[in-house]
């Protein structure tokens, strides 16, 4: 399955994404992978970014 289809992403948010470094790649000769990890890496630093903003939001309340 596509890396698009997965996260909802169009093409250039996808590779806006990749090139901030925050969902991980691979390059093979021309060919640029996202691995299953590092889909599994971004969503994992998705949800530790909304953790911090609800704590963040609590502690201000």
Known sequence: MDVMQ???FSR???YEV???GRLPSVVEG???FVTERGITEYIALLEREAQQD???????A
């Not at 609800?54 to 201000?60: D, L, P, S």
């Open 6 to 8: 997965i996260l909802g």
């Open 30 to 32: 021309s060919t640029r």
């Open 12 to 14: 250039s948010t996808t």
């Open 54 to 60: 609800h704590n963040e939001i609590g502690r201000a």
């Open 18 to 20: 990749i090139r901030s």
